[in-house]
């Protein structure tokens, strides 16, 4: 059985042992590389989750708004949506997901294009 006192010390000594953090030591250039890298790598994730909803869309026989699948519906169908309502449809085919992945992707090389100059 495990000892709760014995936990919480283990615990304790675990979160003393981490360094200060204090949000105001950082420079605004500091600040701003955190945020772009941070954004880079959350649309890169939003772009693999889009290419799974996507994916899962060809196979008929996957009910799409039963979970975990249904998560991806909900997590997509927003930003996918968006693209909908400007991008008319090309000979009976809906090109809103491939504007959508240009956009995204267009999104992340900007991010990756940022030169950030160390003095």
């Not at 204090?22 to 955190?34: A, G, K, S």
């Not at 890298?37 to 009910?63: D, E």
Request: with cysteine; aromatic share 18%; proline share 6%.
């Amino acid at each position: 059985m495990i000892d709760l006192h014995s936990l919480e010390l283990v615990s304790m000594r675990f979160l003393e042992s981490l360094p200060h953090f204090d949000p105001l030591d950082f420079t605004p250039v500091e600040l701003f590389r955190i945020w772009v890298c941070v954004t880079k790598y959350s649309l890169k994730q939003y772009y693999w989750v889009l290419t799974v909803r996507l994916s899962v869309q060809w196979f008929p026989n996957i009910n799409p708004y039963m979970h975990p699948i249904y998560i991806l519906m909900y997590t997509t169908d927003f930003f996918l949506n968006f693209f909908k309502e400007f991008v008319p449809n090309i000979l009976g085919m809906d090109m809103s997901s491939m504007a959508a992945f240009i956009c995204l992707e267009w999104m992340i090389r900007t991010l990756e294009s940022i030169e950030f100059v160390t003095d």
